[in-house]
Structure formats: structure tokens, C-alpha cells
């Protein structure tokens, strides 16, 4: 019953922008956590930005100071403005949740959307 959808990928040329929104829904009684991955061909999937519910957040060092992760918690979105894009952040995007679905108590579960093509040109 829980699912995530993304949204907001496509061609751009390097140094222009985009933005990816994901926004999760079903049965929730809380989100612990959300993020954003990718996966390049012929490449592992990585974590490019995390934020928690406290308003924490990270980055992988590719992306600091041109990424920015943040979340609408009434909405239970979550969105990557991505900036100054480069050849190299060509890949498939994927929003991930961790929440506590309604009725579980306290235990926890992951769900991934899936994923959003972004491709860079030089």
C-alpha cells in the first residue's frame, strides 16, 4: 500500500539544472528518513543526498555545494534540486523512504520508487 512515485527527470545540457520531486504515500504513521540514489550504467547505486526527520542531511562529496535535498513533511515529499549538472551525474535516480507504515508499532520499512532517468550532455 505504500508506494513512492518520482518525478522531474530529463535531458539537460552540462551546467543547467533540475529538479526531482518524490512523494510518498499510503497507510504512514511516520517517516524516519528519506533520500535520494543512483545508478549509472555498469556502476553500483549510491547515495547522493539523505535527509532525516530532523532536518539532517547529507551529501556525497560529487555533489556538495550543487545539490540540494530538502522535504515537505505535510506532503510527505521530498525533492533534489540539482544544479550545475555535469556528464558525469548522468543516471537513474531513485527516491527511498524509511517509515514506519500505520499499525507496525515501531518497526520499520525501506521502500524505493522506480527511478527517474536524468542524462547530461557535454
Known amino acids: 500500500q505504500v508506494q513512492l512515485v518520482e518525478s522531474g527527470g530529463g535531458l539537460v545540457q552540462a551546467g543547467e539544472s533540475l529538479r526531482l520531486s518524490c512523494a510518498l504515500s499510503?497507510?504512514?504513521?511516520?517517516?524516519?528518513?528519506m533520500g535520494w540514489y543512483r545508478q549509472a550504467p555498469g556502476k553500483q547505486r549510491e547515495l547522493v543526498a539523505g535527509i532525516f526527520s530532523g532536518g539532517t542531511t547529507n551529501y556525497a562529496d560529487s555533489v556538495k555545494g550543487r545539490f540540494t535535498i530538502s522535504r515537505d513533511n505535510a506532503k510527505n515529499t521530498v525533492y533534489l534540486q540539482m544544479n550545475s549538472l555535469k556528464p558525469e551525474d548522468t543516471a537513474v535516480y531513485y527516491c527511498?523512504?524509511?517509515?514506519?507504515?500505520?499499525?507496525?508499532?515501531?518497526?520499520?520499512?525501506?521502500?524505493w520508487g522506480q527511478g527517474t532517468q536524468v542524462t547530461v550532455s557535454s
Open positions: 527511498n523512504a524509511e517509515v514506519i507504515p500505520t499499525g507496525w508499532g515501531f518497526r520499520t520499512n525501506v521502500y
Open positions: 499510503g497507510s504512514i504513521f511516520s517517516v524516519n528518513a
